[in-house]
């Protein structure tokens, strides 16, 4: 199921950057595997699939000692302060942050660690209630404070678009992330790039994708629905 269902996304992804114009190697894929066995991660990772994304903490630290060293892990749900010592060794780029306290928290377990920890700063876009993460108008001030941490690189923004039956609607979200990447990037801030664009999911990454996208995070597609009351 695994196989065919990431060769149907392969499809999809390949289609949406040739409908923009771009190439394939500009689109991660990133499987998201939150809630699901590692014996289905295997399947992806049989078919090439190194770059991982979970939700919680608990989940990676589970994971991570029992697969294979060579999977890119991303954490792209919301970390809180105390766990980030947890994940600091073991994950390539964290896709959430959205606070200066947040990324003190990074700041310092990554010098404990003697690392530089990648990260995305997470927008909210489309101003939802129930989401994390900065509105557009605050992202550049905290980009700022973020950008002089000296063990912690700004690669990008990452954004989750509402949940709708209708890619297009989503459209102008991942319009307005893809702007605010380019001006930020225009401002020239040290210690700050703006090359990794983490938007699109299941419903919606080929639009992602036209818009810009650069990683996209897709769990059901991949792996089917999740089943959350099963313990
Ligand atoms: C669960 C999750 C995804 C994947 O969602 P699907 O709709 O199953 O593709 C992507 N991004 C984040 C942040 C998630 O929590």
């Known amino acids: 199921m695994v196989k065919n269902n990431l060769q149907q996304v392969e499809q999809n992804i390949e289609s949406a950057c040739k409908k923009a114009g771009r ?3 500009e689109v991660t894929l990133i499987a998201v595997s939150k809630t699901k066995p590692v014996s289905l991660i295997e399947e992806a990772y049989v078919e090439n699939i190194r770059d991982f994304g979970e939700n919680k903490v608990q989940e990676i630290n589970d994971k991570y000692p029992v697969m294979n060293k060579d999977i890119r ?9 105390n766990k980030v010592k947890y994940i600091i060794d073991k994950v390539k780029l964290i896709h959430s942050v959205d606070s200066v ?26 101003n939802e209630d129930t989401k994390f993460g900065l509105s557009v108008e605050e992202t550049e001030d905290v980009i700022r404070t973020i950008a002089t941490f ?4 700004i690669k990008g923004l990452m954004t989750i678009a509402p949940f709708t039956d209708n890619p297009e609607d989503n459209r102008p979200f991942f319009k307005k992330l893809k ?7 225009e401002k020239n801030i040290d210690n700050v790039t703006m090359d990794c ?22 769990g059901t ?9 099963k313990d």
């Open 73 to 81: 892990w991303h954490l792209i749900g919301h970390l809180q302060r």
């Open 179 to 185: 702007q605010l990447a380019v001006d930020i990037k």
């Open 150 to 153: 000296p063990n912690i690189r």
């Open 101 to 126: 306290r947040l990324a003190e928290q990074i700041q310092h377990e990554a010098e404990k660690n003697n690392v530089i920890m990648d990260i995305l700063i997470q927008v909210n876009v489309a």
């Open 23 to 25: 190439n394939r190697d």
């Open 197 to 218: 664009l983490s938007m699109g999911m299941t419903g919606d990454y080929q639009v992602a994708i036209e818009e810009g996208s650069t990683m996209v995070r897709v």
């Open 221 to 229: 597609g991949i792996f089917g629905e999740r089943n959350y009351n």
